[in-house]
């Protein structure tokens, strides 16, 4: 969940107020990001923040330190 946005250079970045990591980069690649299993599109989780789910398999990547951690394993 975003606590609260601010404006950066005309972006609206969120933030995540617990860990203080930027999710705005996420949010605007999010739909050439795809995912590593069947190429589907790829959705950032509603409620927390912390992982991007697949719409097409329900894969769940998550988020560490700002960064979606997309590896096959």
């Given amino acids: ?18 860990n203080k990591k930027s999710i705005c980069w996420i949010k605007n690649y999010i739909d050439i990001l795809q995912c590593p299993y069947c190429g589907g599109d790829l959705l950032l989780e509603d409620k927390t923040n912390k992982a991007i789910i697949c719409k097409k398999c329900k894969r769940s990547y998550e988020i560490v330190d700002g960064i979606p951690i997309l590896l096959r394993y």
């Fill in 1 to 18: 969940m975003i606590h609260y946005l601010y404006k950066k250079e005309g972006i609206f970045i969120g933030v995540d107020a617990k």
